[in-house]
């Protein structure tokens, strides 16, 4: 539990300095930047792969937080099962990412190729955080 508090404290520190509309757009940038990291790192590296892989989750650790608060805010009457679909969605892909990713390597999918895929996602998310924010109208 220190460990989860220690990522989400250091983005609620960084949001006192940072409006959190800006926030809320930089996150999904740093996650496709990690993946898309990920993916060209050299084998002989593993440290960096390590390293950028880190970052990527970082990033989904202090978003995901982000994001539910920001939804509790903006969608009040829904609130409460916001939260738990938002749960959900995020269980549900990180099963996929847990339970795919083998099945992957098996079908021949390297790895890098895998990364590289998820930060298109990572990259889709990114746009869409500016879609979001602009619709809401966040100022701060």
Not at 44 to 69: Q, Y
Request: aromatic share 8%.
């Amino acid at each position: 539990m220190e460990h989860g508090y220690g990522r989400t404290h250091s983005f609620a520190t960084i949001e006192k300095w940072l409006p959190e509309k800006l926030v809320c757009q930089i996150l999904p940038l740093v996650v496709t930047a990690a993946l898309i990291a990920s993916a060209g790192a050299p084998k002989t590296n593993p440290i960096l792969g390590v390293l950028t892989f880190a970052l990527a989750g970082l990033g989904c650790s202090a978003l995901l937080p982000l994001t539910t608060s920001f939804g509790q805010k903006e969608l009040t009457t829904i609130a409460a099962s916001l939260a738990g679909g938002l749960i959900a969605f995020y269980q549900i892909g990180y099963g996929i990412a847990a339970f795919g990713v083998g099945p992957l390597q098996t079908a021949g999918w390297d790895l890098k190729n895998i990364y590289g895929g998820t930060a298109v996602v990572a990259a889709a998310m990114a746009v869409l955080s500016f879609a979001v924010t602009r619709k809401a109208g966040m100022t701060k």
